[in-house]
């Protein structure tokens, strides 16, 4: 069966946030759900449960996102190479159905912006763009288009419409600063440039008041600026001495007339307008990117580069946290022996264990300054082994207190590890390419063997499960079967470049592996010979594969971005699962195969449910 003629992969929920997007955390004026872009897909989230939906349709990541002030309309833009069309897709949000893809920019839609009474949908085009376009959303069709700013000005990157007049928006960047009237009968657009004296700034944010009589402009140099809408000159700008030293990266105006300011230091403040006088102030983790209001102002929610999603109540101006994930790609995942509800995966600096079902972080294991390349869970399920550039790191699995470390365990780190059923040993593989085999103890960690064939970074250790056995992978192309206790090669096999992943049939006669050729090769255990070789993927490499308890499929996901579920021994395709945007690293199906859970280099940890479970 071809990919093509598969079925698809419930995606059941969407663990991440793409946070390095400016406003891209957006409140729904229902006031029931928050929406936010995770890679291509726009996340909508419902407040005060775990249930999500999702708005599927384009193919790069999302760059901006905007919500009409009705509620009504979403849009999204998207990032793609240079010199190629970047789609602004319109959805209704109701029917979470795609209504129109408009096509004129190129490279990047920078930002987006709808009119008070969604008549017109503004977009801004990226650097190699240049243009901000006007669109008629219910003609689903150009108005007009304009180069966003002066030959002598910098790049545009804010575009923010009027409160309450279609025909005006407000575009601002590197040292241009725009405000534009939309000419509908000759449709033009016409812009004036706002005076702001001496004072040259790069823009990062913008607000405009409810009654647009003013709006207010942050600035890389920590400063934020009041402009009169109507004379398009700075009326006042400050805070005039203690400036925010990491810049003003967001804006949120408050109905009281009071300002919320976000940095680029993880600072949100609460600004006296009349003399930008800080009342008070609280710190996030990361550069805020995002705020949002809702709930008539009297609560709002802070999105941050770290990826990590605040909710702030107005009054107590105190920090709830209710979104978070990795920030960096995600290595690699795994589920306890027999247990489907829970799952740890592992990054940059943390390793986290989750709730499945309500895809809720549980635990976090920081350590900083490291990369964790791979983690398991003993059988008995107290302990979690992990392999870092320094060397091995054992936590607790409920607390995640260090158990031991070994350091040093690899010249070139370790990049792979697994135990053994027993919970004695542990083999770890290493950027040099040699594999070691530890006993271990709670209070003493001593290394049994070196196994030295590999020429290059072991990338996947599976152990069978007697014990008596196990396979490596290795980027030189070639997997080897040792005997893991006479400490032997048994079998070579030379698979393809960069071997990636490899499995154990759960019955021990065979092996599957796969790797940047594409290939998925089946291979006799006993004697190392080849069985069969299927197509894995058109383009790319296939980083991750995992198989079921049963052995009658295995799944796979790779460069191309797609999850695909196998019949084992039809080698076919029967199911595909799409919603990643960047290159799947691992992913693994769940004990009782109700899930298939993968990981992915964009920091994005999608939960699927397994095709035909309840």
Excluded at 48 to 56: A, H, W
Excluded at 315 to 340: M, R, Y
């Amino acid at each position: 069966m071809a990919a093509e003629a598969a079925g698809g992969i419930e995606l059941l929920a969407a663990i991440g946030y793409n946070g390095h997007i400016h406003s891209g955390l957006t409140f729904h004026p229902d006031e029931k759900h928050i929406l936010y872009p995770l890679g291509c897909t726009v996340v909508v989230q419902e407040l005060g449960s775990q249930k999500q939906t999702f708005l599927r349709g384009h193919m790069s990541d999302i760059s901006c996102l905007s919500v009409s002030r009705d509620g009504q309309y979403v849009a999204s833009g998207e990032a793609t190479s240079m010199n190629c069309k970047a789609e602004v897709i319109l959805w209704d949000f109701q029917q979470k159905k795609l209504l129109a893809r408009l096509s004129l920019h190129k490279g990047r839609i920078e930002g987006l912006a709808f009119s008070p009474s969604s008549l017109y949908l503004m977009s801004l085009g990226g650097q190699d763009d240049g243009r901000v376009a006007v669109w008629h959303v219910h003609k689903q069709e150009a108005f007009c288009l304009s180069p966003a700013s002066a030959r002598n000005a910098g790049n545009a990157t804010i575009v923010v419409c009027s409160s309450y007049r279609d025909e005006v928006f407000v575009t601002a960047g590197n040292g241009t600063m725009r405000v534009w009237e939309l000419d509908s009968v000759k449709r033009n657009i016409h812009p004036t440039e706002c005076r702001t004296a001496q004072l040259k700034r790069m823009f990062t944010c913008v607000k405009i008041a409810d009654d647009d009589s003013y709006f207010y402009v942050g600035t890389t140099s920590g400063d934020i600026l009041k402009v009169n809408t109507n004379t398009k000159v700075m009326a006042s700008y400050g805070p005039a001495k203690k400036t925010f030293s990491s810049g003003v990266t967001a804006l949120l105006l408050l109905t009281t007339g009071d300002l919320i300011v976000g940095t680029g230091g993880g600072i949100v403040a609460l600004l006296k307008t009349s003399n930008y006088r800080v009342m008070k102030k609280i710190s996030v983790q990361g550069a805020v990117t995002s705020l949002t209001c809702g709930h008539q102002g009297r609560q709002f929610f802070v999105g941050t580069n770290e990826c990590q999603i605040y909710h702030v109540n107005v009054v107590e101006f105190k920090e709830e946290l209710i979104t978070t994930c990795h920030n960096e790609a995600v290595q690699d995942i795994v589920f306890p022996l027999g247990v489907s509800d829970l799952f740890a995966t592992c990054s940059k600096n943390d390793i986290r264990v989750w709730h499945t079902p309500e895809h809720k972080e549980l635990l976090r294991i920081v350590v900083p300054n490291g990369t964790c390349h791979a983690i398991d869970i003993l059988s008995d399920g107290n302990s979690i082994i992990s392999a870092w550039d320094d060397g091995i790191r054992s936590f607790t699995a409920r607390t995640g207190r260090l158990i031991y470390m070994i350091n040093h365990a690899h010249r070139l780190g370790v990049t792979a590890i697994a135990a053994t059923n027993d919970c004695k040993r542990i083999v770890s593989g290493g950027g040099e390419g040699q594999v070691k085999i530890w006993n271990i103890h709670e209070k003493s960690q001593k290394l049994g063997e070196i196994l030295k064939v590999h020429t290059s970074a072991v990338s996947c250790i599976k152990i069978k499960k007697d014990d008596q056995e196990f396979i490596t992978a290795s980027l030189d192309g070639t997997c080897m079967i040792w005997d893991i206790v006479q400490f032997v090669r048994k079998q070579m096999i030379q698979t393809s470049r960069f071997a990636k992943c490899v499995c154990y049939h759960p019955e021990g006669y065979q092996i599957i592996t796969c790797g940047a050729d594409r290939k998925i090769r089946y291979w006799e255990v006993f004697d190392g010979s080849e069985v069969r070789e299927v197509e894995g993927c058109i383009s790319g490499s296939i980083n991750g594969m995992d198989i079921t308890s049963d052995g009658a499929c295995f799944v796979t996901g790779g460069d191309d971005h797609l999850v695909k579920l196998w019949d084992y021994i039809e080698g076919a395709v029967t199911h595909v699962g799409v919603g990643h945007s960047g290159s799947i690293t691992r992913l693994k199906i769940c004990p009782g195969k109700k899930y298939i859970v993968s990981v992915s280099a964009d920091g994005a940890i999608l939960v699927w449910k397994y095709p035909g479970s309840h």
